[in-house]
């Protein structure tokens, strides 16, 4: 029989009882710049103080992957250890006998915590801190000032390292110029507003307004890097501080990852915490939770959106038995305005600003730290559920509006037992028989799909394309020809047809005559 913590819990019930996040603004005078390493150390003991909980009782540490230690991402010039885990137990006195290094994506910080709770729930741990930060803007600062850091830290210790071997993008988008998540998600934008019948000028001023609602929260939480309110304009507004990107994205638009940012969540179980003495006010449950891959972007049945997204989100609120009016905070993933645009799509919530759809400010005025940005959201929900909040849904996704994974949290003890931890529970969504286009060998001529243009300093904008072949086959093709991307600036041309050459390994396109 299983034994049980008051309130009907049982003992082996995972739960979180601490929070804690940490920011390192530039100010004035040399600034600290602080190791990644250093900030997440300071998280994690924000969250074991606030836990009532010593380090020397924590039995794994799992970190989310740095940028610098990212495919294609910002790598560091200054180092960094081969043990983040490690390096942050050394820092605050703990000697974990589990150390998880992260795979790539937006999603892990959600992923990790109910892997982390699985552990518990089975007997494997019997606590855990799951953390991440990244010290972008200390970097960057470094660079350009000529100061030499050494963050390299070499540490011969265990190490689950979880390598990426997802491929959330295809060599064909690679060749056509989708090289950068802003291109993908500018093509996505596109398609949005073209599906919305907005032109650009009117998409812009969609985007500023409820974006504007983000930065607000962001001005008014104290662990923002960037703690300034924008209006509507300011967002919209091209400035040598808020240049285009790719359209139709100005750099207020999107997440900003010149930052410096840690946060971090004390995983236990139940039947631990009453060990501990820690007041049942403090225990936040995961009431469900799902996840979720989708295919690569072109290759989407509708590439405004993600079929793998919707089936995630749906899961997460069936799984509970709850509707999002019985939610009381939520935090939508926002590397984008189309990416809140597509979930709330799902989730039929407003993007008038009427709801409040972030705890933290998102990704462009909180920060968007790498890969760790829901971390910041889990420390948020779990010190908010203390309160008068009973529930709050977190969403996350990583690579191209390709991995998903949302969780639901609840400080309602009872609701807990909505998940039999002792049937280990797998929560993924099977997303095997979402639709997939094939795509076209040798397309001469095409329409266009959703597109982009890349505005690029001291070379040529580049226009890059999604098409579907006269077969329904997909493709893509780029241009450099300015008469093509001045015209994919000017006009919304979705639908347009286009003439297709090969060029090596790129196909190149020009816009049919009409």
Excluded at 258 to 269: E, M, R
Excluded at 404 to 411: F, N
Aim: glycine content about 8%; proline content about 5%; some cysteine.
């Amino acid at each position: 029989m299983q034994i049980q913590s008051p309130g009907g819990v049982p003992d082996n019930t995972p739960i979180i009882i601490g929070s804690g996040q940490y920011v390192e603004r530039l100010g004035n005078g040399v600034p600290p710049l602080n190791a990644p390493m250093d900030l997440a150390s300071k998280a994690c003991m924000g969250a074991l103080v606030d836990g009532g909980v010593k380090p020397s009782a924590i039995d794994a540490i799992a970190t989310i992957r740095l940028f610098s230690d990212s495919p294609g991402a910002w790598k560091s010039e200054f180092g960094g250890s081969t043990n983040p885990p490690e390096s942050i137990a050394r820092r605050i006195g703990a000697s974990p006998s589990k150390r998880i290094y992260s795979n790539v994506g937006g999603n892990e910080p959600l992923q990790l915590l109910v892997e982390l709770m699985q552990a518990i729930a089975s007997g494997e741990i019997k606590s855990a801190l799951l953390t991440g930060a990244e010290a972008i803007a200390n970097q960057r600062y470094a660079v350009r000032h000529g100061v030499v850091l050494d963050w390299q830290e070499d540490i011969e210790a265990s190490l689950d390292d979880r390598t990426s071997v997802d491929r959330l993008v295809s060599m064909e988008e690679i060749h056509a110029g989708f090289n950068l998540p802003v291109r993908f998600y500018g093509a996505i934008e596109m398609l949005q507003a073209h599906q919305m019948g907005h032109d650009l000028r009117q998409h812009e001023r969609f985007m500023g307004r409820f974006m504007a609602s983000f930065s607000e929260i962001a001005a008014r939480n104290p662990y923002s890097q960037f703690a300034q309110a924008h209006t509507a304009h300011d967002i919209t507004k091209a400035s040598p501080g808020n240049y285009p990107i790719s359209l139709p994205y100005l750099k207020r638009l999107i997440a900003q990852d010149a930052v410096n940012q840690a946060a971090a969540v004390l995983i236990t179980s139940a039947g631990h915490a009453r060990e501990l003495g820690i007041d049942p006010a403090q225990w936040v449950f995961l009431e469900s939770f799902a996840h979720g891959a989708d295919h690569a972007l072109s290759q989407r049945e509708d590439p405004a959106r993600s079929e793998a997204m919707k089936r995630v989100l749906l899961s997460t609120l069936s799984q509970a038995d709850q509707r999002m009016i019985d939610i009381d905070l939520i935090d939508i993933y926002s590397c984008f305005p189309c990416a809140v645009t597509a979930a709330c799509e799902v989730l039929k919530l407003p993007t008038d600003g009427s709801v409040a759809l972030t705890v933290t400010g998102g990704l462009p005025y909180f920060g968007g730290p790498g890969n760790n940005y829901s971390m910041h959201a889990l420390a948020e929900m779990v010190r908010r559920l203390r309160g008068n909040a009973d529930r709050a849904l977190i969403t996350a996704n990583g690579g191209m509006l390709s991995k998903h994974a949302a969780a639901l949290l609840t400080s309602v003890c009872t609701r807990a037992q909505t998940i039999d931890w002792n049937d280990n529970p797998s929560f993924q969504v099977d997303c095997r028989d979402i639709a997939i286009r094939q795509y076209a060998d040798n397309p001469e001529t095409g329409r266009i799909v959703t597109y982009t243009v890349a505005m690029r300093k001291e070379k040529p904008d580049l226009g890059m394309i999604i098409a579907d072949s006269a077969m329904g086959e997909r493709f893509l093709a780029a241009s450099t020809d300015p008469t093509v991307t001045k015209a994919l600036k000017a006009s919304d041309l979705i639908g347009r047809q286009i003439e297709v050459h090969t060029v090596g390994e790129r196909r190149e396109f020009h816009l049919a005559t009409a």
